[in-house]
């Protein structure tokens, strides 16, 4: 690495501010000498890419989120068609908001209106649709003369008093209060199961969103409120959530715009280096149709990374070209010789950043891995449009003169920062030994805070939205005026055909349902056999002595007809085992789980398999488990990955150790905060913890590179820590604070998993460079000093040297 | 219109109900109703073995409760027999044999008492509940039956009442033993006698050593469960389905068919002092000042079944519908008034030492305090 006295001295010395054309590199005789056909190549690709952009569609998709080689997932994907009956279903709530009551002509008028609208959606299972406006929903009752029954609204129905009467009556017979009526008799729902998955046409969930917000808008009225609760509207508001994030990006262009102006002063080159990063998003972004991919809610995270990491590096390359001209270069001279000295510590950087990304591959989920492939293609781009095509374009237009003068006397105001003389006091033992005395004390409270990291999402409702979004507030409203829990979790019990009523698999049934009603947590159980149980005592005219599952096959075979599909199919070959649980904290699914797992190593049952898991908490079960190991396993790549390219750069242990354990002290202080903030690791936080440590290593990078430099020389450690911060310290601060900048507009996503992504990433992007800018020349007091005569001081001649920093 | 019983509350406390309406395919598959090997080693299972001890026992469902001295006993769903001593303020675990749910249960003294069940089961304690045996199961009930069926078509050939049992016994115990003891009378230490499923019904005379059926005592009543049984005097009164009303006027007589006061189904019988009461289906109550010779109804606009009574010590007759209403009669038993309380659905009822009644039903145990059995006008 050329160091800046060198670069200094390049600048002085009058024969070299011009240089000759043919030194460098290959790579810099490459581009430099062929500058014409470079920006036309880059303006073409990105004229074409850009076309290519406008074909890209932001999407979510429930298959992508959850990790499809897991064993669960597998069986849920098998029986797939036996499941799709019951598991996508919509309930549209039209709810008194003035305390009276549903028997109310004008209220029932409007739910009758919403019925209709709700019935014309498309995807709507029009024949199992229900509400009290439904000829399907009918009343029941036993008399002397055996079981009668009716619709709950029949064709008498005029509204009169007398019908109102009447409709209470059936309501309170049909055995639907807790169902379609709410238990304070204030709201009534519609229920609307949807056509998904093989066999019909798929879903465009935004537009069933969009068409479900005008039924909100034309039916709320005074009195009347309608709410909507279910998987096709946690998908819309998600996808709406998505695109919104979108123009977020134009927030955190202007504020990245505005940090590098207030550090340059020089519109002309602010301008670039944004113009360079957005090239980036725009290729990022033009390949993705290309590769057939879409942008869902997790990769929207990918053009505000890709942005942040380009603003940085391509600020590095503009520091040194401002320098150089300041220096009195000319403006090609100054791009070929920033080239030469940072395209590989850039190059380098960005290779860390890479493998930090690729790391994400390891994990079985879709998201997470097209999230990987997604972010190292941005990074990779930038390769071209950060480290070449902007020193080729700075080389064009240079930079203003006063801007050139003014970032030159910043670099040689040797005592005009007293942030710097604060910084370098950690290169004295006293300071470096405090320094690093409490970070190993935060350390060690940090981690016994990050103990209670939770896996899995921990709030109720729908996870992927915030606690006080629209959605949860219906969900919540639902759950406590309807008997209906939105966490369940289904096993599966699959027998030969027509076997699944036998009085064997359904005491095994029984049994486990037994079991796992004494497990808190566990709110309550349905099946087939609790069925069974239910249809006997009805069959004895409502006796509760007979609520049994009796052993009479006979009585029991009928069932596989009658029961409804959400217990068995048609073919009497699968039923389901409904868990209906209290939350779905990790450490409760995993009990559950646990508990199932061991009735069924306890209780074989000849001729029946009870098969992990279907339903949300069965497919949260399988994420939770597959990130949980993942958390582990990344972490030991990612760390392992990083530890070897600074190896590989620095070739010294004691370097290593440097770059490492600051990142290693921001990953525990990202773990407590998240146990602190009740952020659980999940699919959308997993990533974090990769890109923090991977992308976290720049500063490392470039301080350690400068540093180690400046100590071969011979200076002490002070008076190089110093000249590493004139050189490159403002350039760190600038990263930081764009990264952070850039990904903690995310913090006001309307998607919860989003913001948590914003703020762990900003908060690890913060921690990561007051550690490099504290801690890394604090450890270097105590392992870099003795190191430097381990290495032999070699002369840097100015021609060959562009290319030693990083590799 | 035809009024009929909501099952509303029924149906959802027992077990939640499907969201999506019932299929229209009306039959299930063509298998006939033998039992496979999975199931009859499930049987076996259920009958030798007792279901896991629950964690909140006092909230699993109970179908009956009795007192046993100073002690409440009360019997449920898995088989599970919960004891209290501290008039029903805490429930613990008695230990059991059996995995079938428990249907009623009575006691001859503080210590000798007897329970029953599904599949033809018949526990017995001498230890004031805090053990039980298995005296008798569906399948040894099964081959008694068989045995008394043979019996008696033998020693009446030609009857077609008794060539009928048979074949009714007979086909039922190839079905299995799939069928519920539903009631029981205690008569002392030694005599007890349990009524079912379908008109079956035995005795015993020797504290259960030995079980036999008296079902053609009964008149085989095939097609009829018998929910309610009370001694009176020497003789007793058994109550089923379908208006059944049975009568026996001496200890080992026979069985005769009363006038019934209704054609609905009864689901139990009290006695208070010398009159008796049934109640059923759709909250109908009758009182009989004569041993079941009259009968008058008392006047009640419930529709809900009442489906457990117990007579108060003051003489009059508490009654609990499965809705989880209660209903308290004066004392000459010709009005019912409705509590103000109200409770989850009720099975069983029983009263204290101290006169505190205990609900049994499908949210477990619940005290009603005596202040508060003051019926609201």
């Known amino acids: ?807 | 219109m035809t009024v009929g019983l909501a099952l509303s509350g029924l149906a959802i406390a027992w077990t939640a109900l499907p969201s999506t309406p019932l299929a229209a395919v009306p039959n299930g598959p063509a298998t006939d109703g033998s039992l496979s090997a999975p199931a009859t080693a499930a049987i076996h299972r259920v009958l030798s073995h007792p279901a896991r001890i629950p964690v909140q026992p006092e909230r699993i469902g109970m179908i009956a409760v009795a007192r046993a001295g100073k002690r409440m006993v009360a019997v449920g769903l898995h088989g599970l027999i919960l004891l209290s001593d501290d008039d029903g303020a805490q429930w613990r675990v008695a230990r059991t044999t059996v995995d079938v749910t428990l249907t009623a249960v009575r006691f001859a003294s503080a210590r000798v008492g007897w329970a029953t069940g599904h599949l033809g089961v018949v526990l017995h304690t001498r230890d004031g509940g805090e053990t039980w045996i298995t005296q008798l199961s569906g399948i040894t009930a099964n081959d008694l039956e068989l045995a008394a069926a043979k019996e008696e078509a033998a020693r009446h050939p030609g009857d077609a009442m008794a060539a009928g049992w048979l074949r009714m016994v007979e086909r039922q115990r190839a079905d299995g033993p799939g069928w519920p003891f539903l009631n029981l009378l205690v008569e002392d230490e030694q005599r007890a006698t349990v009524i079912g499923a379908n008109g079956i019904a035995f005795a015993t005379q020797d504290g259960g050593a030995r079980w036999s059926s008296i079902s053609a005592r009964l008149g085989h009543r095939q097609g009829h469960h018998l929910y309610g049984i009370q001694s009176d005097g020497d003789g007793a009164l058994v109550a089923g389905e379908l208006g059944l009303l049975l009568r026996a006027t001496t200890r080992n007589g026979p069985f005769e068919e009363l006038t019934s006061p209704y054609e609905g189904s009864f689901f139990g019988a009290l006695r208070s002092g010398a009159r008796l009461v049934l109640y059923g289906l759709r909250g109908r109550v009758f009182v009989s000042g004569d041993g079941g010779s009259t009968w008058r109804p008392i006047a009640w606009t419930g529709q809900a079944a009442f489906t457990g009574g117990v007579a108060l010590p003051d003489g009059r007759v508490l009654l609990a519908d499965q809705s989880g209403g209660l209903a308290v009669s004066d004392a000459g038993l010709t009005k019912l008034t409705p509590l103000a309380l109200r409770l989850p659905p009720i099975a069983g009822l029983d009263v204290t030492e101290h006169g505190t009644v205990i609900a049994v039903g499908v949210a477990g145990p619940k005290r009603i305090p005596a202040d508060v059995l003051i019926g609201k006008e």
Request: hydrophobic content about 50%; glycine content about 8%; charged content about 15%.
């Open chain 1, 1 to 807: 690495m050329m160091t800046e006295s060198d670069g200094l001295r390049v600048g002085a010395s009058e024969d070299t501010l011009r240089l000759d054309p043919r030194s460098g590199t290959w790579l810099e005789r490459l581009v430099f000498n062929n500058r014409v056909a470079i920006l036309v190549v880059c303006a073409l690709i990105t004229l074409g890419l850009g076309v290519q952009m406008t074909r890209l569609t932001v999407n979510a998709s429930y298959e992508r989120m959850i990790p499809v080689d897991h064993p669960f997932i597998q069986t849920y994907m098998d029986n797939r068609a036996d499941l799709a009956s019951q598991g996508n279903v919509l309930r549209v709530i039209v709810e008194r908001t003035d305390g009276g009551s549903i028997l109310d002509p004008a209220y029932l008028q409007t739910v009758q209106k919403v019925n209709d609208a709700v019935y014309l959606l498309p995807g709507v299972n029009r024949p199992y649709m229900m509400s009290i406006w439904t000829p399907n929903t009918r009343w029941l009752a036993v008399t002397e003369e055996g079981l009668e029954g009716g619709e709950v609204i029949d064709s008498k129905f005029d509204g009169s008093p007398a019908a109102m009467a009447r409709l209470r009556l059936n309501i309170e017979r049909s055995g639907q209060i807790g169902r379609l009526v709410a238990t304070d008799w204030q709201s009534s729902l519609i229920l609307a199961p949807l056509n998904d998955g093989a066999g019909h046409p798929r879903i465009d969930y935004r537009q069933l969103s969009q068409k479900l917000e005008e039924i909100r808008a034309t039916h709320s009225t005074g009195v009347i409120r309608v709410r909507v609760v279910g998987f096709a509207k946690i998908v819309g508001d998600m996808i709406d959530g998505a695109v919104q994030v979108l123009t977020f990006f134009a927030f955190a262009v202007l504020i990245s715009m505005a940090v590098v102006y207030w550090y340059t002063r020089c519109a002309r080159s602010t301008v670039l280096v944004v113009a360079c990063s957005l090239a980036a998003v725009v290729w990022q972004l033009g390949l993705l149709p290309l590769l057939g991919l879409e942008l869902d809610p997790y990769s929207t995270l990918v053009p505000f990374l890709v942005f942040a990491i380009g603003m940085s590096h391509g600020s590095q390359k503009m520091n040194g070209v401002m320098q150089d001209i300041g220096r009195g270069a000319d403006r090609l001279t100054a791009a070929r010789l920033t080239f030469r000295r940072l395209f590989f510590a850039g190059f380098a950087a960005l290779v860390c950043d890479t493998v930090g990304f690729a790391v994400l591959l390891i994990i079985k989920i879709e998201v997470i891995r097209e999230l990987a492939l997604t972010a190292s293609l941005g990074v990779t781009i930038l390769v071209f449009t950060n480290l070449i095509l902007l020193p080729v374009l700075l080389s064009v237009t240079g930079v203003s003169p006063a801007a050139a003068q003014r970032s030159l006397r910043d670099s040689t105001d040797a005592g005009g920062n007293a942030a710097w003389r604060f910084l370098d006091l950690f290169t004295r033992r006293g300071w470096a030994v405090g320094a690093l005395a409490a970070s190993l004390a935060v350390a060690g409270g940090g981690w016994v805070v990050a103990k209670g990291v939770q896996i899995g999402d921990i709030d109720p409702g729908a996870p992927e939205l915030r606690r006080d979004s629209r959605y949860n507030l219906d969900n919540a409203y639902l759950t406590a005026r309807y008997a209906t829990s939105t966490d369940t979790l289904i096993l599966l019990v699959a027998t030969p055909a027509e076997k699944c009523t036998d009085y064997g698999v359904l005491a095994t049934i029984d049994a486990l349902e037994w079991r796992l009603r004494q497990e808190p947590g566990v709110a309550t159980t349905a099946s087939l056999s609790s069925f069974a149980r239910l249809m006997t005592q009805l069959g004895a005219e409502g006796n509760p002595k007979w609520f049994e599952l009796t052993p009479n096959q006979a009585a029991l075979n009928p069932l596989s007809g009658t029961a409804p599909l959400e217990f068995v199919n048609r073919a009497c070959t699968l039923s389901q085992v409904r868990v209906s649980l209290l939350d779905h904290k990790a450490a409760t699914l995993k009990r559950v789980i646990g508990v199932v797992q061991g009735f069924i190593a306890d209780n074989p049952t000849p001729g029946a398999r009870i098969l992990l898991a279907a339903g949300n908490s069965g497919i949260e079960a399988a994420t939770n488990m597959v990130v949980e190991e993942a958390s582990r396993d990344m972490l030991y790549w990612v760390y392992g990955a990083v530890t070897l390219l600074c190896f590989v750069t620095f070739r010294s242990w004691r370097a290593v150790v440097c770059a490492i354990l600051p990142l290693v002290l921001t990953s525990i202080l990202a773990e407590a905060l998240m146990a602190e903030l009740g952020i659980g690791v999940k699919v959308a936080t997993l990533p974090v913890i990769a890109l923090g440590v991977g992308i976290g290593v720049d500063y490392a990078l470039y301080i350690i590179s400068i540093l180690r430099v400046h100590l071969k020389t011979g200076a002490s450690l002070s008076t190089a820590y110093l000249e590493t911060l004139r050189f490159t310290g403002r350039v760190v601060l600038l990263t930081g604070v764009t990264l952070a900048v850039a990904v903690a507009t995310w913090i006001l996503s309307p998607i919860k998993f989003q913001a948590d992504m914003g703020v762990l990433l900003a908060f690890c992007f913060l921690v990561n460079m007051a550690g490099a800018l504290i801690l890394v020349p604090a450890l270097a007091s105590v392992l870099l000093v003795g190191d430097s005569h381990h290495a032999t001081p070699r002369p840097t001649p100015l021609t060959k040297d562009a290319s030693v920093p990083a590799a």
